[in-house]
C-alpha cells in the first residue's frame, strides 16, 4: 500500500467514524424528541417538541444513511440487516468486512436495492414538495 493510499484510507475511516459519531448525534436527539412528544401527549409542554418550522419538517430516521447522515438516494440492504446509502457502503467494504453500525463481521458483502425503503422516500419527499 503506498502512502497514498494509506492516507487516502485514513481519511476515509476518519470521515465514516466522524458520520458514524454524528449519526449517534442524531440518534440521542430522536430519543429525547419522542421523549418529549410522549410529555406533550400527557399534557406537559417542551419547547423541544414542537413542529419544526413549516417546510423544515425532518425526514424519518429510516430515510436517513447511518454513514453519510443525509437521506438515502439508493438504499441497500447489507449483510447486518441495515439499509445503506449504495455509494457509501460500497466504500466502506472496499475497505473492511464488518458492520459500520455494529462493528460485528458481515457474513458476505453482497448489497441487495432496498426498492421499499426508496418508494417511501420518494412518496414522502413528493409529499414535502407538494404541501
Not at 413549516?54 to 429510516?62: A, V, Y
Not at 446509502?85 to 464488518?98: F, H, Y
Request: with cysteine.
Amino acid at each position: 500500500e503506498t502512502e497514498d493510499e494509506a492516507a487516502l484510507a485514513t481519511g476515509e475511516e476518519a470521515e465514516l467514524a466522524a458520520a458514524l459519531e454524528e449519526s449517534a448525534r442524531l440518534e440521542v436527539g430522536a430519543t429525547r424528541a419522542a421523549g418529549d412528544q410522549a410529555r406533550v401527549a400527557e399534557g406537559v409542554s417542551s419547547p423541544a417538541a414542537e413542529a419544526p418550522p413549516e417546510g423544515e419538517e425532518e425526514p424519518p430516521d429510516d430515510f436517513i444513511c447511518p454513514i453519510t447522515t443525509e437521506i438515502m438516494i439508493d438504499p441497500v440492504m447489507a449483510a447486518d440487516g441495515h439499509a445503506y446509502e449504495r455509494s457509501a457502503i460500497e466504500r466502506w467494504l472496499a475497505t473492511k468486512s464488518t458492520s459500520p453500525l455494529t462493528g460485528g463481521a458481515l457474513e458476505h458483502s453482497i448489497l441487495v436495492p432496498n426498492h421499499m425503503l426508496r418508494r417511501q422516500i420518494r412518496d414522502w419527499e413528493g409529499a414535502r414538495k407538494a404541501a
